[in-house]
């Protein structure tokens, strides 16, 4: 039934198409008067649902294949079950595809964020307005006449993150949140990694958001839905845009440090209340699998889940896997029903091992309380990684943007698992006032060809990465553990070179099983990883090729300046000078 009138709205309409009630360009306004458009997907009867919520930039009318053919079609490739049972015609990038909802019983809602797609305004990402924003749409849905009053939100990376803000703020129809691979530091997961400029947000606006900011109009893309622009009715011109939307690269490059900028935009977990299923990549690092882990960890919800799976970061989600684990999720949630959520484990792990091959394991908490924390030193001798101390001291140089020094394990006697957080400890000096240091985990066959996997972005991604600017490292004492250490960056603490300075990195949480015969290895550079064989084309929604580390570049000059990181750096080893990475070792259950 068409319930929802707008009289004399010129955008909205309504119509009854592929089994369901669609509204298009529903008008939600906000507290200073700018009008947020929505389209809404409901079963056309006078039911009561709960609804599904999404709210961000990628234009609710922009179709999938639009500016992510290359996602879409290896997507249908892998995932067949995908496109399956559906026309299609209503998929978008990173939301759930209402066709395949609906019929389960929800009310899907897509929102244009403010000044992106059909909603007018000022563009500012992630911004404390645009939160506020998405909540008053949560409030807004949970009183409409088709709602039960209980909503929750679903989708991938930008869905995903600005659940963990808007959660913080308790709307009050809030009933559940499944943010899938979604950061919730700005500092380290998105715009520094610990001081090193990471230039994928600068790529990703060029990309992805400008072209469907709001008042592109006629010169973007239409509808393949309704045949209406996605980026608006009118057509403004660059001049307009560009005074309408704020700077990207000129905010994150001007603020260095984590200061009050990012303290603005980043949520405190601890006021997230509601239920939470936060599901990660293993191969997300840097952007997604942190906020994830951390998410489940440091929310103050009493009803919390991790699941964390590999493979492409916009997969899965859209998968049978993906779809039936967030139904029976919202069912228990936000209707009531647990009878197929009840035996749902805290912790579901997608273990995996070399060769894309995945073992779904149930464990109680995260970081697995079994794990046996073990300490493998750099031994100068052959680079090895010993579990003994150092037998000798030594002094390696290296080049910073060379390949570095890589220290091997011996062979694995047997299958091991490693799973958690992951920290290294270095002494080094530099012949400069700074350095950067970029810490790799890697794998190798027993011919010592390298393992790498199918990762959220670039197929040939390595076990775990860490980073370090020397001059960031600084810890947080009341934040940082053995395992996982917590810097600061709240001030640069500049090298003399030739002097010896102790420095922690932390990895980002991954895991791993290293067969029989197999080698772990850590690599300490001063760029980033480069896959040693051949590059891939990338793709579409994306401006590089991809070469290990996907569309994650710290190769910005006026942060890096070659004068400063160009640079020779000397990791000194054994006797005082402690040089280790300590690994999670996880024993099999029972023993």
């Known amino acids: 039934m068409d319930d929802v009138t707008y009289t004399g709205d010129p955008l909205f309409k309504s119509e009854v198409r592929e089994g369901m009630r669609v509204d298009w360009d529903v008008p939600i306004e906000m507290d200073d008067g700018v009008v947020l458009r929505a389209n809404v997907y409901r079963p056309d009867d006078d039911g009561n649902y709960p609804v599904v919520m999404s709210h961000g930039p ?37 939301v759930c595809d209402p066709e395949k909802w609906v019929p389960k019983g929800y009310v899907v809602i897509r929102v244009d964020s403010r000044g992106a797609g059909r909603s007018p305004g000022y563009l500012e990402h992630w911004s404390p307005r645009e939160t506020q924003d998405f909540a008053d749409c949560i409030d807004w849905a949970g009183v409409q006449s088709w709602s039960n009053g209980k909503v929750g939100l679903s989708g991938i990376s930008y869905y995903a993150v600005n659940q963990w803000q808007v959660a913080a703020l308790q709307p009050k129809h809030l009933a559940a949140i499944c943010p899938w691979e979604g950061f919730n530091d700005f500092y380290r997961e998105l715009a520094y990694q610990n001081g090193i400029y990471d230039s994928f947000a600068r790529h990703w606006y060029d990309m992805q958001i400008l072209k469907i900011q709001h008042g592109y109009g006629d010169r973007g893309w239409t509808s393949r839905a309704n045949g209406e622009l996605a980026a608006g009715p009118d057509t403004h011109s660059d001049e307009e845009r560009a005074a309408n939307r704020y700077d990207l690269y000129g905010s994150y490059i001007s603020h260095p440090l984590d200061d009050e900028w990012y303290a603005a935009m980043t ?72 009878s197929g959520w009840k035996e749902q484990p805290r912790v579901s792990l997608n273990v995996r091992h070399p060769g894309e091959k995945f073992v779904l394991r149930a464990e109680d908490d995260w970081p697995l309380p079994r794990a046996q924390y073990t300490k493998y030193h750099l031994e100068p001798s052959g680079q090895i990684l010993s579990e003994n101390s150092a037998s000798e001291t030594a002094a390696i140089t290296y080049e910073a943007m060379g390949d570095g020094l890589t220290f091997l394990s011996n062979p694995m006697a047997e299958d091991t698992e490693i799973c958690g957080p992951m920290a290294v400890k270095l002494n080094i000096s530099s012949d400069t006032k700074d350095a950067d240091l970029f810490v790799v985990l890697r794998v190798f066959q027993s011919d010592m060809k390298e393992v790498t996997f199918r990762g959220a972005l670039d197929p040939h991604t390595p076990v775990a990465s860490g980073w370090l600017r020397a001059s960031h490292r600084k810890l947080d004492p009341a934040r940082s553990t053995e395992a ?44 980033d990883y480069v896959f040693p064989g051949e590059t891939n084309a990338g793709l579409s929604n994306m401006k590089n090729t991809f070469t290990g580390v996907g569309p994650f570049l710290h190769d910005d000059p006026d942060n890096r300046p070659p004068e400063v990181f160009d640079n020779n750096v000397t990791v000194h080893l054994g006797g005082d000078n402690a040089g280790h990475v300590l690994l999670p070792i996880i024993p099999a259950k029972g023993s």
């Open 484 to 527: 996982a250490p917590f810097h600061a960056n709240d001030e640069v603490q500049e090298l003399t070179p030739g002097e010896i300075y102790e420095v922690d990195v932390e990895i980002h949480a991954s895991g791993i099983v290293v067969p029989q015969g197999y080698r772990f290895g850590l690599s300490i550079k001063g760029c």
């Open 58 to 94: 990628y234009g609710k009318d922009l179709h999938f294949e639009e500016i992510y053919q290359t996602c879409w079609d290896l997507m249908c490739e892998n995932h067949p079950d995908v496109p399956a049972g559906s026309t299609n015609i209503h998929q978008s990038w990173e």
């Open 267 to 338: 949520p405190d977990l601890s006021k997230i209340e509601v239920p939470v299923l936060s599901c990660a990549n293993w191969g997300g690092a840097p952007l997604h699998p942190r906020g994830n882990f951390n998410g489940f960890m440091n929310s103050g919800s009493k009803e919390k889940y991790l699941e964390v799976h590999g493979l492409e970061h916009w997969s899965l989600y859209y998968t049978d896997y993906g779809n039936d684990l967030q139904w029976r999720f919202f069912d228990c949630y936000l209707k009531g029903d647990d």
